[in-house]
T-cell receptor
Framework: DTGVSQDPRHKITKRGQNVTFRCDPISEHNRLYWYRQTLGQGPEFLTYFQNEAQLEKSRLLSDRFSAERPKGSFSTLEIQRTEQGDSAMYLC??????????FGSGTQLSVL | GESVGLHLPTLSVQEGDNSIINCAYSNSASDYFIWYKQESGKGPQFIIDIRSNMDKRQGQRVTVLLNKTVKHLSLQIAATQPGDSAVYFCAEISIIQGAQKLVFGQGTRLTINP
């Protein structure tokens, strides 16, 4: 257990539905990252927060995706109008400044 | 664009043998490199890192070698154990405004045979 907690661990939804995932980082880490990982591939960067500020977003993050970190602690990632191509493992990671990332166990999303 | 990749997608070794997992990268401006281990149903777990100004670093049963001339990175695991079975990713890291930007390779699945 790295100390980064993600919920839920698994989510099955129908195409067109909205889903929301939660990440609780290690408490003293002010940097929080979201990654997406498809089967057999390495994780791909989606977005990054420093405290409550979202400082960077990948081109992978379409307008159906939104991430928030309202109080600089936990973060949520919402996907609206899900598509089958959204099926993936969504990983959250946190870190201190200039230090290594600790990953959570991820939320496995299956869109039917 | 820049990419980090692996030479082999799968590797099988006998328990107790040494294993070597390879990685090729293309961005010579990376600050450092990390090897991650990912077991089924879990997130990537840090194994060892190496700064771009180093060519070798050793940990417990693991050694990472960096050859900047040919842009090649390897992970050596000594005396492999069943618990070493996992997918291994190399990642190159650039530090931008205090944040670590990771680019992962495709991964190598290591299987330890009893």
């Amino acid at each position: 257990d790295t100390g980064v907690s993600q919920d839920p661990r698994h989510k099955i939804t129908k195409r067109g539905q909205n889903v929301t995932f939660r990440c609780d980082p290690i408490s003293e880490h002010n940097r929080l990252y979201w990654y997406r990982q498809t089967l057999g591939q390495g994780p791909e960067f989606l977005t990054y927060f420093q405290n409550e500020a979202q400082l960077e977003k990948s081109r992978l993050l379409s307008d159906r995706f939104s991430a928030e970190r309202p109080k600089g602690s936990f973060s949520t990632l919402e996907i609206q109008r899900t598509e089958q191509g959204d099926s993936a493992m969504y990983l959250c990671a946190s870190s201190r400044k200039n230090e290594k990332l600790f990953f959570g166990s991820g939320t496995q999303l299956s869109v039917l | 664009g820049e990419s980090v990749g692996l030479h082999l997608p799968t590797l099988s070794v006998q328990e107790g043998d040494n294993s070597i997992i390879n990685c090729a990268y293309s961005n010579s401006a990376s600050d450092y490199f990390i090897w991650y281990k990912q077991e089924s149903g879990k997130g990537p777990q840090f194994i060892i890192d190496i700064r771009s100004n180093m060519d070798k670093r050793q940990g417990q049963r693991v050694t990472v070698l960096l050859n900047k001339t040919v842009k090649h990175l390897s992970l050596q695991i000594a005396a492999t154990q069943p618990g070493d079975s996992a997918v291994y990713f190399c990642a190159e890291i650039s530090i931008i405004q205090g944040a670590q930007k990771l680019v992962f390779g495709q991964g190598t699945r290591l299987t330890i045979n009893p």
